[in-house]
């Protein structure tokens, strides 16, 4: 069957190109090992919940959606560069549930120099309710060293822009409402990524080898060090979601969101954010991730609907 995969180049990639589907068992190991990568140790993912049991975390299928090419290509040959990922969230995944993921390239396009594609996916659960769609830009093979951090081009403008920054006058909004006011700030989580951690979330012991799980292939692409996954900074991002929004990220949270500069293993990373403003009972913000230098490595936009329920997971590490 390995034989039959093809090699991760622009070129091989065929529009449309389906994938899967794939099932997945959303079991206890696996909700332990996205709770270790992203030290989000939350206790609805290992007893009670407001969904009446244990749930996997919102993204704890995050790379079941984004490597569902390897379905299709050698995953050991891929040396792509995560550029932006959008994901909305319908349903939560009682733990122990087979879920069943399908997608596939839509588009291909090139943009100064690099070649572009984007997948959709989404997973389903046992009884065919949506439970994640995520949407998916990547350039497919490239020097990530020669790209990361680049600025943009004059013409590849975005609709809107992120302005990144608080009201440092108004409180900080712990728990999402409708009446806050716009720019006030949400409150602050910071981690810094082992590699141990950045392997197990970038499916190292699955028997793949990439610029972020071993330091050769990270200099093979001009970097001096592994680079956190962007998928994994995503999942810091929704931490720090679901303790603004509580339970109703699970069942209506939307995100959207630009990789505009590395992470790298061992550097602390905060992400926080900030209110944009209130439309059809949902609450719209702002989010980003910063280096303790200051260096800005994702942002992007974020909502979901409020509700009165103050139920947040307690931290049980």
Known sequence: MTSQLKEARYELVEVPEPMGPVTVTVDRR????YAYSEDDFGSWYFGDSPFGGPVGHPLVLANDLLFLFYENYD??????????????????IPVGETVTIQGGYVEKYERRGQGYVVLEAEARGADGRLLVRHVGKEIMRTVAGEVV???RAAHDERPRTVRGTVDASLPV??????????????????????????SVFSWAGRGYANVHTHSDKAAASGLDRTIVQAQ?????????????????????????????????????????????????GRLEL????????GTRTALGWASARVDDDPARPAPLL
């Open 30 to 33: 696996k909700v332990l090992d």
């Open 75 to 92: 995953g050991n040959t891929a040396q792509g560069l995560h550029t932006h990922e959008r994901l909305t969230f319908h349903a939560p």
């Open 286 to 293: 702002e989010v980003w991730v910063d280096k303790a230098d």
């Open 173 to 198: 909004v712990g728990r999402a409402r409708l009446d806050v006011p716009e720019h006030a700030a949400i409150p602050s989580r910071t981690t810094t990524f082992t590699q141990d951690q950045m």
């Open 149 to 151: 951090g680049q600025r």
């Open 232 to 280: 994994q900074q995503t999942g810091l991002i929704i931490a720090n979601l679901v303790e603004v929004f509580g339970a109703t990220f699970f069942t209506s949270g939307e995100l959207d969101l630009r990789f505009v500069s590395p992470a790298f293993v061992g550097e602390e990373l905060t992400t926080s954010g900030a209110v944009v403003g209130v439309t059809d």
